[in-house]
């Protein structure tokens, strides 16, 4: 089962499941309309039991547990800005929902449970590269209830033996990803006929991580016995500003674009992550996983998706 399989990343990972040829159960939000996200348009489609439901109710949680052998969870809120907008609508999705599922996890004999944390957590760097031993200093409501569930998880791996793997990616980009990430942000501007881009701060860097090449990291860190009961990063181990990305992105799509700086982007001063850069290496030793798409391949591929998607983007808005 992969919760949260609607998603950006989830939908990517439900569709390299499938072709690896395991039955997958999609766990997706319920919601009025019977939208199932971006497994509406998937290939595989017809291939997938798809169950809808709220990640905060056990008992629909407990119920698609049922029966499964390994269980992906990705289901959570993850725009940062909102989480300061509403923070406790992240303590009962990530940290009450990560609950439900390794508590369901644990009563239905689950052979694996790989759940998903954020680089967040490390706040900003005290040392570069991060390895899995950097101190957890969250920085934003969003961040805090990821270590919470991070926490939880490895928890019932200590207290109950449950074979959890937490896997932590660096800024993963790629197609389908919403207008809440940096990359999309950009994009979505430019693609609107945008020459003067609206942004936060150009300073922060970011380790960028092609959705693929994550979602390969989530497969290998549960086929391997040796990820059980360890924290990962999945991460390129290259940083880049955001001002340097915004000129590679302008590169891919020809143009020239100057930044200014909008106020309701900037987060406040002791919230922002300021550097952030993977180290790898347990991963590769453990898994023997690695990264293998460059930062302009990757951003290649998302600026060929998005011109044919342009239309689903709102890029004359921040979209918090």
Not at 145 to 168: H, M, N
Not at 268 to 282: A, D, F, M, T
């Amino acid at each position: 089962m992969v919760t949260g399989a609607g998603g950006f990343i989830g939908s990517h990972l439900v569709e390299a499941l499938v072709s690896k040829g395991h039955d997958v159960r999609a766990f997706v939000r319920y919601n009025s309309s019977n939208s199932w996200g971006w497994l509406e348009s998937s290939p595989c489609r017809d291939q997938l039991e798809i169950i809808s439901g709220d990640i905060r109710d056990y008992d629909i949680v407990r119920s698609a547990v049922r029966g499964c052998d390994m269980v992906f969870h990705l289901a959570a809120l993850i725009g940062i800005p909102y989480s300061y907008v509403s923070p406790l609508a992240y303590v009962r999705t990530n940290v009450e929902g990560t609950y439900n599922v390794l508590q369901a996890s644990l009563e239905w004999q689950v052979g694996r449970v790989v759940h998903t944390s954020t680089s967040e957590v490390y706040g900003t760097a005290q040392y570069v590269p991060i390895d899995e031993s950097h101190p957890v200093n969250p920085q934003s409501p969003y961040a805090a209830t990821k270590s919470g569930a991070d926490q939880l998880a490895i928890s019932y791996y200590r207290s109950f033996e449950l074979p959890v793997t937490v896997v932590r990616p660096f800024n993963t980009y790629g197609p389908r990803q919403s207008a809440r990430a940096i990359i999309p942000t950009v994009m979505s501007q430019i693609l609107e006929g945008k020459r003067s881009i609206s942004l936060g701060s150009l300073s922060p860097t970011r380790d960028l991580t092609f959705v693929s090449d994550t979602v390969s990291g989530f497969i290998a860190a549960a086929e391997s016995p040796n990820a059980v009961g360890e924290v990962v990063n999945l991460g390129t181990g290259r940083e880049i500003s955001i001002g340097d990305l915004v000129k590679k992105i302008a590169g891919v799509l020809g143009v020239d674009v100057e930044v200014v700086t909008e106020e309701c982007r900037v987060r406040p001063p002791k919230s922002e992550v300021e550097r952030l850069c993977s180290n790898p290496s347990k991963m590769l030793s453990l898994t023997g996983w690695s990264a293998s798409v460059a930062l302009e391949d990757g951003l290649c591929m998302t600026a060929d998706w998005m011109k044919e998607n342009r239309r689903i983007y709102k890029g004359y808005i921040y979209n918090v």
